[in-house]
């Protein structure tokens, strides 16, 4: 399902997504739903409904923090700042943001570190969306690019 969210298949990562936390409410797995719940939430802010997104991110945030997952927890409360960012928020989003990056700089995480620093850039006016040549690796960095690239080519302020 994120393969398909990396490349705009929106109804198709949604199905996906949908499917895998069918499959594990049967398993109790709570971790592994929250974490598939906050993908699923991004769908929506691929999709342009940044309101419903960022009510998803947010019950991901306080479910993740409830399981002590702080890496997990963090990135999706940076992706929270970068939905808030997308609608004007930008005092919100950066406390979320700024929140994001002390638990993974405290971490030590550099992957999820770089993924914050991408969405950070969505709190720039009219952000320039041009990902490095060679794309990063982790599928985290690689989706807060799209998010970008997605709000710039909407010309979104």
């Known amino acids: 399902a994120t393969l398909q969210l990396e490349l705009g298949h929106l ?8 499917l895998t936390l069918a499959l594990l409410d049967g ?3 709570v971790r592994s739903h929250a974490l598939f719940s906050g993908y699923l939430a991004l769908t929506d802010a691929f999709a342009g409904h940044g309101q ?23 990135l999706f409360e940076a992706c929270l700042g970068a939905v808030l960012a997308m ?5 919100e989003a950066a406390g979320h943001l700024d929140a994001a990056q ?3 700089a405290a971490q030590g995480d550099q992957v ?20 490095p040549a060679a794309l990063p690796r982790d599928n985290d960095v690689r989706l807060a690019w799209k998010l970008l690239e997605r709000r710039a ?5």
């Open 87 to 91: 609608a004007g928020e930008r005092e």
């Open 52 to 74: 419903q997104a960022a009510a998803g991110l947010r019950q991901v945030v306080r479910r993740l923090g409830v399981l002590g997952e702080l890496r997990f927890g963090a």
């Open 153 to 157: 080519a909407r010309g979104e302020a």
């Open 112 to 131: 999820f570190l770089e993924a914050v620093a991408v969405h950070r850039r969505q709190l720039e006016p009219s952000p320039h969306a041009e990902p």
């Open 27 to 29: 398993a109790r797995d």
């Open 102 to 104: 002390e638990r993974l």
């Open 11 to 18: 109804e198709e990562a949604r199905a996906g997504y949908e």
